[in-house]
């Protein structure tokens, strides 16, 4: 079995850019940030970001275009995808690694509520009770393990 999954959450880098394919499919594009943070052997606070380029197709990359922006916070579950081309100018072979997206889930906006309360970015009649990006809904009724079909 092969498994290729990421979730990522960030803030998003840039505003995104909305296209269209020729076929009149809409793509978006955009980077997220994450930031890692440890204590290094002498005890002292130490902090890294990488960045994560995204693309979204469909209504979702249209939405994602439309309601977020640069500083947005954001949760990303795709798969990764590396793509190659050659460069015109040079002729060298060039690679980008990206994450194409299967969801987005817009999280508190930079100015909004902190983590765990109710996002405040206006994509619809329901985006106000959407949960914030990595918020956990548990469903309300007892799970039979005898019914998981794994």
Same mark, same amino acid.
């Given at each position: ?22 076929? !009149?499919?809409? *793509? ?7 930031? #890692?943070? &440890?204590? %290094? /052997? ?28 640069? !500083?947005?916070? *954001? ?7 590396? #793509?190659? &081309?050659? %460069? /015109? ?31 405040? *970015? ?29």
């Amino acid at each position: 079995m092969y498994l290729n999954k990421v979730i990522i959450v960030g803030n998003i880098v840039r505003d995104p850019e909305l296209k269209a394919l020729p076929a !009149g499919i809409k *793509v978006c594009t955009m980077s997220i940030a994450t930031n #890692r943070y &440890w204590k %290094d /052997k002498d005890g002292a606070k130490q902090e890294a970001v990488d960045y994560h380029n995204i693309v979204i197709f469909g209504r979702q990359a249209e939405t994602t275009a439309q309601y977020m922006k640069k !500083g947005s916070n *954001v949760m990303v579950e795709g798969r990764l995808q590396t #793509r190659s &081309w050659d %460069d /015109k100018t040079s002729g060298e072979k060039k690679y980008r690694t990206e994450i194409i997206a299967d969801r987005v889930q817009f999280g508190s906006s930079s100015r909004g509520p902190a983590s765990g309360a109710k996002s405040d *970015v206006p994509s619809g009649d329901s985006a106000k009770d959407m949960p914030v990006a990595g918020a956990i809904e548990y469903p309300e009724e007892e799970i039979n393990p005898d019914d998981i079909p794994f």
